[in-house]
């Protein structure tokens, strides 16, 4: 099965277990909460260009 295969519930809870991991590795954290409402905030809002 593949990740786009999965409900967006499923893939949002896959990609903020990653994004929680990966803070780990770098000395950071977040709770999911926070996640969620950066998330929400920053919807629409980086520039393509910024990548």
Request: aromatic share 8%; hydrophobic share 35%.
């Given at each position: 099965m593949n990740?786009?295969?999965l409900s967006n519930k499923e893939q949002e809870k896959i990609m903020i277990s990653e994004i929680?991991?990966?803070?780990?590795?770098?000395?950071?954290?977040?709770?999911?909460?926070?996640?969620l409402d950066?998330?929400?905030k920053g919807e629409n809002t980086i520039e393509e260009k910024f990548f």
């Amino acid at each position: 099965m593949n990740f786009t295969d999965l409900s967006n519930k499923e893939q949002e809870k896959i990609m903020i277990s990653e994004i929680i991991r990966n803070l780990k590795k770098l000395g950071g954290y977040a709770t999911k909460r926070e996640l969620l409402d950066a998330i929400k905030k920053g919807e629409n809002t980086i520039e393509e260009k910024f990548f």
